[in-house]
């Protein structure tokens, strides 16, 4: 243990962070694979979204991916996978961060389902290979594909869905205490846009059409 300049006490060795903690069940140390089973592969199957977490030069980046089930996660072989970049902001800060340090981490979500699937791995960045030609939504052919060498995957628990409530649609009120996505552009990421302007660009029939164009 330390403490810092405001006075706070901090964790600052493996040996303090485990007396806090305690040590893991075995179930929890015993389920760590290397290759993709037949349940890995199902949920990859299923899932439309996950978090790619990356680290770089510059500090650390966590970015949602997208698509319908069955599209996001292309499996190569039991020890590789993956996935297509889709058009968006063009700062792709994650794979940036790649270029730098390839080790990545995935976090996959099937909706409503408290358990995730957790995948670490190291990527490298494709833009061309036979592959990219399965990986089409609507026709939309990928430019760019991250692909993971798959080094560590396990299932994760269902407690932080659980503490969050997160799909308890009674709890939903996305916009109760948070500006509307037009406002918050406005207000942070200046272009020149009236407010008008930015609810016709986020309206979500506008908003959807470039998807994958």
């Not at 590789?80 to 730098?100: F, H, K, S």
């Not at 990527?123 to 290979?129: E, F, I, K, T, Y």
Request: hydrophobic content about 40%.
């Amino acid at each position: 243990m330390g403490t810092d300049e405001r006075g706070w006490t901090t964790v600052d060795s493996d040996e303090a962070l485990t007396a806090l903690l305690g040590e893991p069940a075995a179930r929890a140390r015993g389920k760590v694979r290397t290759r993709l089973t037949d349940a890995v592969r199902a949920w990859l199957a299923a899932t439309p979204f996950c978090v790619l977490a990356t680290c770089g030069e510059d500090g650390g980046d966590a970015s949602p991916k997208g698509d319908p089930a069955g599209r996001l996660v292309h499996v190569l072989d039991d020890r590789t996978i993956a996935l297509a970049e889709r058009p968006g902001n063009r700062r792709a800060d994650g794979y940036r961060n790649v270029l730098q340090d390839p080790r990545v981490g995935l976090l996959f979500v099937i909706p409503g389902r408290g358990d995730t699937l957790r995948v670490n791995g190291r990527a490298r960045l494709v833009s061309d290979a036979p592959f990219l030609d399965e990986m089409h939504v609507r026709g939309s052919r990928p430019v760019l594909a991250m692909v993971v060498d798959v080094e560590e995957v396990f299932f994760h628990c269902a407690k932080a869905f659980m503490r969050s409530r997160l799909w308890e649609p009674e709890t939903w009120d996305p916009e109760a205490h948070v500006p509307r996505r037009a406002v918050l552009a406005s207000q942070l990421e200046p272009t020149g846009q009236t407010l008008d302007e930015l609810d016709r660009y986020y309206d979500p029939e506008q908003y959807a059409k470039g998807l994958y164009a």
